[in-house]
């Protein structure tokens, strides 16, 4: 499926979208990458998924941290979520280097939505992702964002 973003308000209306569709696995954590070149809005989608999910501090993206973990209001998302944790795997090489970040740890949990940008830097380090998300930036700032 692919979705037309002219906006960063349309962007963020569709991460809500997504997120509305969302049902967590009942064994492991759900994962789910974001790819695109650099400010193809990877980013500004998880900002928007946090949004949607309640998380009210601010929300950047992990590039030098390699790692961020919001708490999720329970009254308010309604998913079965307890944990969005956010992972730019930028910085990263090979299939073991989301060891240190205690992945496996993480994958086990079915409360925890996994949002990691550049999963082509961990390729073989990841399981099968529940949905893959690919951001294409265009000159006029609108964004064609594809789930596969």
């Known amino acids: 499926m692919e979705k037309e973003c002219r906006t960063l308000e349309d962007l963020y ?24 070149a650099l400010g193809a809005g990877k980013t500004a989608f998880t900002k928007a998924v946090a949004r949607s999910l309640g ?6 993206s992990p590039t030098f941290v390699l790692e961020k973990i919001y708490d999720l209001p329970a009254p308010r998302n309604g ?25 496996d740890a993480l994958m086990r949990d079915p409360q925890n939505l996994i949002l990691i940008e ?12 529940a949905t893959r998300i690919s951001f294409v930036a265009r000159n006029d700032e609108s964004r064609t964002v594809t789930y596969a």
């Open 118 to 129: 550049w999963p082509e830097q961990v390729v073989g380090g990841l399981p099968e992702p």
């Open 13 to 36: 209306q569709e991460a809500a979208r997504f997120v509305s569709t969302l049902i967590p696995h009942e064994n492991a954590a759900t994962l789910i990458t974001l790819s695109g």
């Open 79 to 103: 998913t079965g979520f307890a944990r969005l944790v956010h992972i730019d795997a930028y910085r990263l090489e090979g299939a073991t280097a989301l060891s240190p970040l205690g992945f």
């Open 55 to 60: 998380v009210e501090e601010r929300v950047t």
